[in-house]
């Protein structure tokens, strides 16, 4: 898009969580909303919940990614997908395999 406010500096952002996974984030521009994500994205995302309204800018630090690339996907695409953090393997064999208490 080449729209003066989707080149400068500042992006308002909306960011939905998704009611299937735990975790899943969607950013996009607050004035597009949805409409440029791919519907096969969307069918798998789930309804989107709003979860929080942002402004965006290259310094701004967020949790689990980098505010200059999630600016720049949802200028590139249209938004930008968080995925969950993957389980570490040794995390994961605590479900697998109770523990026995030791006494």
Not at 15 to 41: I, N, Q
Request: hydrophobic residues 35%; contains cysteine; charged residues 30%.
């Amino acid at each position: 898009m080449s729209d003066d406010r989707m080149s400068g500096n500042r992006l308002l952002c909306q960011v939905f969580k998704s009611p299937r996974k735990e975790g899943m984030y969607l950013y996009v521009d607050k004035r597009e909303g949805v409409e440029r994500v791919p519907a096969p994205l969307l069918e798998r995302f789930g309804k989107p919940q709003p979860a929080m309204t942002l402004i965006l800018s290259p310094e701004k630090r967020l949790g689990c990614a980098r505010a200059d690339e999630v600016m720049q996907a949802i200028r590139d695409k249209g938004f930008y997908l968080q995925m969950p953090p993957a389980k570490e393997e040794y995390l994961l064999d605590l479900y697998r395999t109770p523990t026995e208490a030791r006494y």
